[in-house]
């Protein structure tokens, strides 16, 4: 939902773009465990790197 601005901003420029989230909570279960989400946070920033070592989305 946050990217909803930047994706019409980047659109209408003729920019790519991507965006990543880290999900700091787990669908369905009603008490959030506080430790979670320092963790959930460097987790996603660590498979964005992964990820981005095989795939380059904007390369040519």
Same mark, same amino acid.
Request: charged share 20%; proline share 5%; aromatic share 10%.
């Given at each position: 939902?946050?990217? $909803?601005?930047? $994706?019409? %901003?980047?659109? !209408?420029?003729? #920019?790519?773009? +991507?965006? #990543?989230?880290? #999900?700091?909570?787990? %669908?369905?279960?009603?008490? #959030?465990?506080?430790? !979670?989400? @320092?963790?959930? /946070? @460097?987790? %996603?920033? /660590?498979?964005?790197?992964? $990820?981005?070592? +095989?795939? /380059? @989305? +904007?390369?040519?």
């Amino acid at each position: 939902m946050e990217a $909803a601005g930047v $994706a019409t %901003a980047a659109h !209408s420029h003729g #920019v790519e773009w +991507f965006a #990543v989230h880290g #999900v700091g909570d787990v %669908a369905g279960i009603q008490e #959030v465990d506080e430790n !979670s989400i @320092p963790y959930a /946070r @460097p987790v %996603a920033a /660590r498979f964005v790197c992964g $990820a981005l070592e +095989f795939c /380059r @989305p +904007f390369a040519e």
